[in-house]
């Protein structure tokens, strides 16, 4: 059996355990790339979501870190796997914990960026939590939008010009936070894509009158 399969087998609900697993799980990642096996890598994807889906935060970051070393070593192998699983992802941009968003941003940012991913298809996945029914996620999933945006420039027009309608409808979100990062991202897509946007949007009447 590959090492990580190993480590997988030892998988507790313990979060003390899962913490001392994660950290050889990372130490073996120093070392030795993943396995090209299919079973095993959605069985370890499935690990580290089931972690970042927990109630300890600690765990929770420590998966978000193993996902970010996965990535660096083998993100030739992991790639799809981590696509297969973006809404669980995206899910995380409302933790309790902001260091948890946080690295979930940064994460995602990460994975469009890398060059074994496709960031088309990562916005086009994400895309779903502009419109979820939790403020932070829609907020997570904006700042995600701009990381690559800004990596990406005009390689992902066609994706942003897709969700500039639901961006402009958090123009008049309930949620203040959510309101000024509408804004600011908005912002951010006319200077990366042009004046054109600005006159699409007024074009199409996209952003509503204020309730």
């Not at 914990?97 to 074994?116: D, F, G, I, S, Y």
């Not at 958090?170 to 949620?175: E, F, K, Q, S």
Request: charged residues 20%; contains cysteine; aromatic residues 4%.
């Amino acid at each position: 059996m590959s090492w990580l399969g190993e480590l997988l087998e030892q998988n507790s609900s313990d979060p003390r355990e899962r913490l001392e697993l994660g950290q050889q799980i990372l130490s073996q990642l120093q070392i030795s790339k993943l396995s090209s096996d299919s079973t095993l890598l959605n069985d370890f994807c499935d690990l580290v979501v089931q972690w970042l889906s927990g109630s300890n935060y600690k765990v929770a970051l420590l998966a978000v870190e193993i996902i970010d070393v996965a990535i660096e070593v083998s993100a030739d192998v992991i790639t799809p796997y981590l696509l297969d699983r973006v809404t669980a992802l995206v899910e995380r941009l409302g933790d309790s914990k902001q260091n948890v968003r946080e690295a979930m941003v940064q994460l995602l940012a990460a994975l469009a960026n890398t060059p074994h991913c496709n960031p088309q298809t990562v916005l086009e996945r994400i895309s779903f939590g502009l419109n979820h029914r939790q403020w932070l996620v829609r907020i997570g999933t904006m700042h995600v939008t701009r990381m690559i945006l800004e990596h990406q420039g005009r390689f992902v027009e066609p994706q942003i010009h897709r969700m500039i309608p639901a961006i402009c409808n958090l123009i008049v979100d309930p949620n203040i936070d959510v309101r000024e990062i509408a804004a600011n991202t908005l912002i951010v897509i006319f200077w990366h894509l042009g004046e054109n946007v600005l006159a699409s949007i007024r074009k199409r009447q996209l952003i509503p009158e204020p309730k």
